[in-house]
C-alpha cells in the first residue's frame, strides 16, 4: 500500500535552534519527493521538490535530503524562526498520484 | 496576480443541504483539484481536471460533483450535505499534471465546512 509516514507528529523548540523533520515513504513506481509548509488557516506551499535522483536540495534555510534507497527524506530547518511556526508535509509523487503523510506540527517559541 | 482563490472561507450547513465550494485560479494553469483535509489525515484527492471540459475521479469522490467550463474555474457540488462531510476544502492548481517535476501546486487557502 502507497503511504507516507511522517516523524515526529509535534515538535517544540526555542527560537534560533535547528531542527530535523523525517519522513518514510513506500510509493511505488516513485517519482519525487516534496515538501510543504502549511501556516495556520492557510494552504499548503511548495519548499521543495526533488527526483530520485537528487540527494539534497536547499530553500534557504531549508534543506531537503533524500535516499531513495531507504525511501527516507528528511527537512532541516537551521537558525528557526518564529514564523517558521507551521505543519510541514511530506509528500511522495508516484505514477500520476501524489501520497500525502498527516505532516509534523513544529513550534517556535522565543 | 491573486492566485488560487476560494470562497465561502466557511459554511455551515445543515444535513441534506446542498452548495458549491467555488475556486478560480490567474495563472492559465491547466490542472486543478480538490481535497479535503481533515485531522491526522493527510490531503486526500476528492475530484481533478486536467483542462476544460475534462474531469475525473479521485480518492474519495463521493457526493460531490465537478465541472470544468473554463481553464479558471473548478467549482466542487456538495449535493446532499452529510456530516461526514466536515472538513477543510482546498483547491489547488498546477501548469502540469500533478505527478510532473517541478511543477507544484499552488493551493487557495481553503473553505472550512461544518455540516450539522
Known amino acids: 500500500k502507497n503511504q507516507v509516514e511522517q516523524s515526529p507528529q509535534s515538535l517544540i523548540i526555542l527560537e534560533g535552534k535547528n531542527c530535523t523533520l523525517q519522513?518514510?515513504?513506500?510509493?511505488?513506481?516513485?517519482?519525487?519527493l516534496r515538501w510543504y509548509k502549511q501556516d495556520t488557516g492557510r494552504g499548503p506551499v511548495s519548499l521543495t521538490i526533488?527526483?530520485?535522483s537528487q540527494n539534497t536540495k536547499s530553500n534557504g534555510r531549508y534543506t531537503a535530503t533524500l535516499d531513495a534507497d531507504t525511501k527516507q527524506s528528511s527537512l532541516h530547518i537551521t537558525a528557526s524562526q518564529l514564523s517558521d511556526s507551521a505543519s510541514y508535509i511530506c509528500?511522495?509523487?508516484?505514477?500520476?498520484?501524489?501520497?500525502w503523510g498527516a505532516g509534523t506540527k513544529l513550534i517556535i517559541k522565543p | 496576480n491573486a492566485g488560487v482563490t476560494q470562497t465561502p472561507k466557511f459554511q455551515v450547513l445543515k444535513t441534506g443541504q446542498s452548495m458549491t465550494l467555488q475556486c478560480a485560479q490567474d495563472?492559465?494553469?491547466?490542472?486543478m483539484s480538490w481535497y479535503r483535509q481533515d485531522p491526522g489525515m493527510g490531503l486526500r484527492l476528492i475530484h481533478y481536471?486536467?483542462?476544460?471540459?475534462?474531469?475525473d475521479q479521485g480518492e474519495v469522490p463521493n457526493g460531490y460533483n465537478v465541472s470544468r467550463s473554463t481553464t479558471e474555474d473548478f467549482p466542487l457540488r456538495l449535493l446532499s450535505a452529510a456530516p461526514s462531510q466536515t472538513s477543510v476544502y482546498f483547491c489547488?492548481?498546477?501548469?502540469?499534471?500533478?505527478?510532473?517535476?517541478?511543477?507544484?501546486?499552488?493551493f487557495g487557502n481553503g473553505t472550512r465546512l461544518t455540516v450539522t
Open positions: 489547488a492548481s498546477s501548469y502540469r499534471p500533478l505527478s510532473s517535476y517541478n511543477s507544484p501546486l499552488h
Open positions: 495563472m492559465n494553469h491547466e490542472y
Open positions: 481536471s486536467v483542462g476544460a471540459g475534462i474531469t
Open positions: 519522513c518514510n515513504y513506500t510509493v511505488s513506481p516513485f517519482s519525487n
Open positions: 526533488m527526483t530520485f
Open positions: 509528500v511522495a509523487s508516484g505514477h500520476y498520484q501524489l501520497i
